[in-house]
C-alpha cells in the first residue's frame, strides 16, 4: 500500500498517484513544494521492497523445469522496476534510507512524506510517529497500468527459542494470538501492530479492534483487503532467499550515489544465488 501525508498533499495541490507514471510527477512536486522533503523511500538495507515491486510488476524470479530450477532476476518486469526506481534515487526524487531509525527519523522531521509499504507499517508508524496523528492516510499501491496490483512484502512469524522454559505455554499463546478472534483483537488493539491476518475470516476481527484515529478514522483494512485480492499470482520463492536477499542488500545503498545500476545489483544477486545453488547439488536451468 501507499502510506501519504494528507495535509501535506491537500496544501500543496498533489494528486494521490494511482500510476508508477504519476508517482513519478509526485515526487518531483513534493521536492519542488518542500526541497527537503520526498514522496518515497529506496531501502538501503531492505530487499523486500525491491522484490514485492518486482512481483507486481509481473516478474517471477523463480521458477521451475522439470527437476531444475529457473532462476531470472533480471526479466524484463524486473529490468522495469530497476529502471524506474533506479533513476528515481539517481535523480534524488526519493530517499535512500535504512528502514530502521534513519527512515522514521525522516518521517518524524517532515522529510519523507509518502512510501510504499506493508499492511504492518500501519501499526509501526503510529506507535513510531505518534504526533502525527490525522495527518497520514493510506491508498493502493499505484501500478503500472492503472489496474489493481499488489504483491506479498514480508510477514511476520513467532519464534520460541531452543531451551526456553514453558515453551509449551509459549506455543499455545503464539496459537491463540493468531487464530483466535479474542487473541487477535488483543494483539491489534493497541495500535502498535496493523498485521494483515493470514487467515480471512479474521479480517473483520482486526477491522474493528484496531484503532482508526491516527488515520482520521479511515478503515485501513479495507484498503489492506483490496490489495490482498490483487497480488500478482504466480509468484514462487526461491530455495536460497538468504543468499539472495544479501547480495542485494550488499549493493543496494551504491546505487543512490550512482556507483551502480539497479538492475546490475539484481544481476550480481542472480550470479550468487545460482552458484550458491549449484553449490549445494541443485539443477538451475540455463
Excluded at 219 to 246: F, L, R
Amino acid at each position: 500500500m501507499m502510506f501519504y501525508r494528507n495535509d501535506f498533499f491537500t496544501s500543496h495541490g498533489i494528486d494521490v498517484p494511482t500510476t508508477w507514471a504519476e508517482y513519478r510527477t509526485m515526487t518531483g512536486q513534493v521536492r519542488k513544494a518542500d526541497p527537503k522533503a520526498r514522496g518515497g523511500v529506496l531501502y538501503t538495507d531492505n530487499p523486500g521492497l525491491l522484490t514485492a515491486l518486482a512481483q507486481q510488476a509481473g516478474s517471477q524470479w523463480f521458477d521451475t523445469e522439470k527437476d531444475a530450477w529457473k532462476v531470472s532476476l533480471t526479466d524484463a518486469p524486473s529490468r522495469k522496476v530497476a529502471d524506474y526506481w533506479g533513476d528515481l534515487a539517481g535523480q534524488d526524487l526519493v530517499h535512500s534510507l535504512s528502514s530502521l531509525d534513519p527512515f522514521w527519523t525522516s518521517v518524524q522531521q517532515n522529510r519523507t512524506v509518502a512510501y510504499v509499504c506493508a499492511s504492518w507499517c500501519a501499526g509501526a508508524q503510529q506507535a513510531t510517529v505518534a504526533d502525527q496523528k490525522g495527518k497520514w492516510s493510506v491508498a493502493p499501491v499505484p501500478t503500472w497500468d492503472g489496474k489493481p496490483a499488489s504483491a506479498m512484502y514480508g510477514g511476520s512469524s513467532f519464534v520460541i527459542p531452543k531451551g526456553a522454559r514453558n515453551s509449551a505455554a509459549a506455543a499455545e499463546f503464539i496459537k491463540w494470538i493468531t487464530t483466535d478472534p479474542e487473541g487477535m483483537k488483543a494483539w491489534v488493539s493497541t495500535g502498535t501492530s496493523s498485521m494483515f491476518p493470514a487467515d480471512p475470516r479474521l479480517v473483520p476481527v482486526t477491522k474493528s479492534a484496531f484503532p482508526t484515529d491516527y488515520f482520521g478514522g479511515q478503515d485501513i483494512y479495507a484498503v489492506g483487503s483490496e490489495s490482498y485480492k490483487s497480488i500478482v499470482p504466480g509468484w514462487t520463492w526461491g530455495p536460497v532467499m538468504g543468499t539472495t536477499n544479501t547480495a542485494v542488500v550488499d549493493r543496494l545503498p551504491k546505487v543512490a550515489d550512482g556507483g551502480t545500476k539497479l538492475i546490475d545489483v539484481l544481476a550480481d544477486a542472480q550470479r550468487a544465488t545460482v552458484e550458491d545453488m549449484e553449490r549445494r547439488g541443485m539443477k538451475v536451468a540455463p
